[in-house]
């Protein structure tokens, strides 16, 4: 939101006494870099065969705590 909307940009100069955003290409790329190949990683745990492995107790209360992040995060960031 920071390096594409001039709305954004401007609401950081006014509480930011001017300054402006310090977000660059490279930060926008870094982060889609990161996201495409986490999905890579992701996609290839799906694909490939697992045998007779079961994801742990653990590793599933992991998963669960994540998926739930992300529509609190949205609610949150809506508010």
């Known amino acids: 939101g920071m390096y594409f909307w001039p709305a954004v940009r401007e609401q950081y100069a006014q509480r930011h006494d001017g300054a402006m955003p310090l977000v660059r290409p ?12 986490c999905a890579i990683v992701g996609l290839q745990a799906i694909m490939y065969p697992r045998g007779s492995q079961r994801l742990s ?18 609610v949150l960031a809506a508010a």
């Open 26 to 37: 490279n930060d926008v790329f870094f982060s889609l870099h990161a996201l495409v190949l």
């Open 57 to 74: 107790w653990l590793s599933r209360g992991m998963l669960g705590a994540c998926a739930l992040m992300v529509p609190v995060g949205v």
